[in-house]
């Protein structure tokens, strides 16, 4: 599976959009875009993932650039609730063995 | 929908014992569940890899003697720490896996996590 780079912390005052960068320049081609987010002391929460069209839940929002080098996944309006280690992971779907691979993160802090 | 739960959600046990920890997937059936391991302040760690009527496929370093894993049933996986020591006080946290239709990949759903702590 593809590397990831996020930045390892990120501040967002409460009630604007967050903004989570990753870089992924090793993606391939079948490789798709997964984010999850941990909030402290419990398991990851899945957010979204994509192949390379934008996708919109109504957690988030995931911006994949047109050469799928990186990507944006962006919390339109955060909260307290969403602070956060946010993982950004790259992998081909391969069903039997899609283990996720974890690396360390964007700790968000949503500020008051 | 694609609720995973885990038991217990925090154990203490004596060095020397074993402790088993449940995974459930709640409404979906999931060939395939994981197990990571994760320390303070560290990200998670795959320890292996268990899919429904067949052995667990377990990641470099990680003994498959000491950490026993069942997958009996297409909800239900446990893990059980052999011979616990204080080093093996950790967050333990499994997860479960479905296709998500119409999109194509995977959606992978953790549980809670069960805190081991091992005196």
């Known amino acids: 599976d593809a590397k990831t780079t996020q930045p390892p912390s990120m501040d967002c005052a409460e009630g604007r959009a967050a903004n989570l960068p990753c870089n992924h320049s090793?993606?391939?081609?079948?490789?798709?875009v997964y984010w999850y987010r941990q909030i402290h002391s419990q398991g990851p929460q899945y957010i979204i993932h994509?192949?390379?069209n934008n996708e919109t839940n109504e957690m988030a929002s995931l911006i994949i650039t047109e050469d799928r080098k990186s990507s944006t996944l962006i919390l339109p309006h955060a909260t307290l609730r969403d602070t956060a280690v946010y993982y950004c992971?790259?992998?081909?779907?391969?069903?039997?063995?899609?283990?996720?691979?974890f690396g360390t993160g964007t700790r968000l802090t949503i500020i008051p | 929908g694609a609720v995973v739960s885990q038991h217990p959600s925090w154990v203490i046990c004596k060095s020397g014992t074993s402790v088993k920890i449940e995974c459930r997937s709640l409404?979906?059936?999931?060939?395939?569940m994981f197990w990571y391991r994760q320390f303070p302040k560290q990200s998670l760690m795959l320890m292996a890899t268990?899919?429904?009527?067949?052995?667990?496929?377990?990641e470099q370093g990680v003994e498959k003697d000491k950490f026993l894993i069942n997958h009996a049933s297409l909800t239900l996986s446990t893990l059980t720490v052999t011979s616990a020591h204080p080093e093996d006080s950790s967050f333990y946290i499994c997860?479960?896996?479905?296709?998500?239709?119409?999109?194509?990949?995977?959606?992978?759903?953790f549980g809670p996590g069960t805190r081991l702590t091992v005196t």
């Open positions: 268990s899919n429904e009527g067949s052995k667990a496929t377990y």
């Open positions: 997860s479960a896996s479905r296709p998500k239709p119409g999109q194509g990949g995977y959606e992978q759903y």
């Open positions: 090793t993606i391939s081609g079948n490789e798709y």
């Open positions: 994509g192949l390379k």
């Open positions: 992971i790259v992998r081909a779907p391969n069903f039997g063995n899609e283990k996720l691979t």
């Open positions: 409404d979906f059936q999931a060939t395939t």
